[in-house]
C-alpha cells in the first residue's frame, strides 16, 4: 500500500485559491478565499463573510480582506460554509 499520510500544511497548501470555513474561539466562523498562509496558521482570506452568533441570532459582516490569527482558529474546513 501506498503512503496516504498528508500533514496538516499540505492540505491547507491545497486550499489555497479556494473557499474555506474557519471556526475562531470567540464564536465567530469566517468563510472565504484562502490567500495564503504561514507555518502558525496564520491566514489571509479574500471575499470574506465574518458571522458572529448571538443569541441565537446570525449577523453577517462582508469583509474584502481578513487577516486571521492563527491562535485563534480552533476548526478549519476546507470548501464548506456555515449553515
Not at 479556494?18 to 502558525?40: A, C, M, P, Y
Request: proline letters at 4%; glycine letters at 10%; hydrophobic letters at 40%.
Amino acid at each position: 500500500s501506498g503512503n496516504d499520510t498528508i500533514l496538516p500544511l499540505e492540505l491547507i497548501d491545497k486550499c489555497i485559491g479556494h473557499k474555506i470555513w474557519i471556526l475562531l474561539k470567540n464564536n465567530k466562523e469566517v468563510v472565504g478565499t484562502l490567500r495564503g498562509f504561514d507555518d502558525f496558521f496564520n491566514m489571509v482570506l479574500d471575499e470574506a463573510k465574518e458571522y458572529q452568533f448571538q443569541n441565537g441570532i446570525k449577523n453577517q459582516t462582508n469583509i474584502d480582506s481578513i487577516l486571521l490569527n492563527g491562535a485563534h482558529i480552533t476548526l478549519i474546513v476546507p470548501g464548506g460554509e456555515p449553515i
